[in-house]
C-alpha cells in the first residue's frame, strides 16, 4: 500500500480536485444525474494526478495505480459531520446495488478492488480522502442488504490520504457554467449537426 499511497498523497492536486467537487456541488443529486457525478468526479482524480491514478471504470473498480485496482466511492459527510467533526464509522457506504437480492453474493463478488477509497463530499467542513485495503474490510463491516451491500468502517481503520484542513479551495469561480447546462448545450450542438 505504501507506493499506492504516496501516488495519492504526492501526486494529486487535492484543492483542485475538491474545487471540481465544490463547483458540483448538489447539482447533480438527482437519480438521472447520480452516473454522470460519479463518472465526473473519477474522471476528475485521473486529471487532477495527471494520470497517475487512470480512470478506467472497469466493473469492479474505476481506477488503476500501476498494478493496483481501486474502487471509489463519494458520498457527502461520510467521513466528517457537516461542522467538520471526524465520525467514529464512517456512513454507510454502498458498495453494489442488486437488481435482485444481494443476501447470497460473497464479498469476493462484490469487492473486486484491491483498495477502496472513500471521498467526503459534503462542504469544506468535511472534504477528505480515505483508503483503506480489500483484505483489511471485515466481514462484520459488511450489511448483505436485498438491494445491495452496505459498508460501514470504523475511521481510525482508515488511512487519510487528505482531511479538511488539508484543503484550500478558495473563491468559487462563477464564470464557469453548471455542467448541466454546460452538457445541454453540447447536446444541442451534437443533434444539430446532424
Known amino acids: 500500500m505504501n507506493s499506492l499511497r504516496q501516488v495519492l498523497v504526492d501526486a494529486v492536486d487535492w484543492c483542485r480536485f475538491f474545487r471540481i467537487v465544490d463547483h458540483v456541488g448538489d447539482s447533480m443529486n438527482d437519480r438521472k444525474s447520480r452516473f454522470d ?56 457506504i454502498k458498495l453494489m446495488n442488486s437488481l435482485g437480492s444481494a443476501e447470497k453474493r460473497t464479498a469476493d463478488e462484490v469487492m473486486r478492488f484491491d483498495y477502496l477509497l472513500i471521498v467526503d463530499t459534503g462542504s469544506c ?35 487519510f490520504v487528505v482531511r479538511p484542513s488539508d484543503i484550500k479551495i478558495g473563491e468559487r469561480n462563477k464564470s464557469i457554467q453548471c455542467y448541466q447546462q454546460a452538457k445541454r448545450k453540447m447536446q444541442r450542438e451534437w443533434l444539430a449537426s446532424i
Open 37 to 92: 457525478k460519479s463518472d465526473m468526479f473519477e474522471d476528475a482524480l485521473d486529471d487532477c494526478s495527471k494520470g497517475a491514478v487512470q480512470w478506467v471504470d472497469n466493473i469492479g473498480w474505476d481506477h488503476v495505480v500501476g498494478n493496483i485496482t481501486m474502487e471509489m466511492k463519494s458520498q457527502k459527510n461520510c467521513l466528517y459531520t457537516s461542522k467538520g467533526t471526524l465520525k467514529k464509522k464512517t456512513a454507510s
Open 125 to 159: 467542513n468535511s472534504f477528505s480522502v480515505a483508503v483503506l485495503a480489500k483484505n483489511s474490510i471485515k466481514k462484520e463491516w459488511l450489511d448483505f442488504k436485498t438491494d445491495g451491500v452496505l459498508l460501514q468502517v470504523p475511521t481510525d481503520e482508515l488511512f
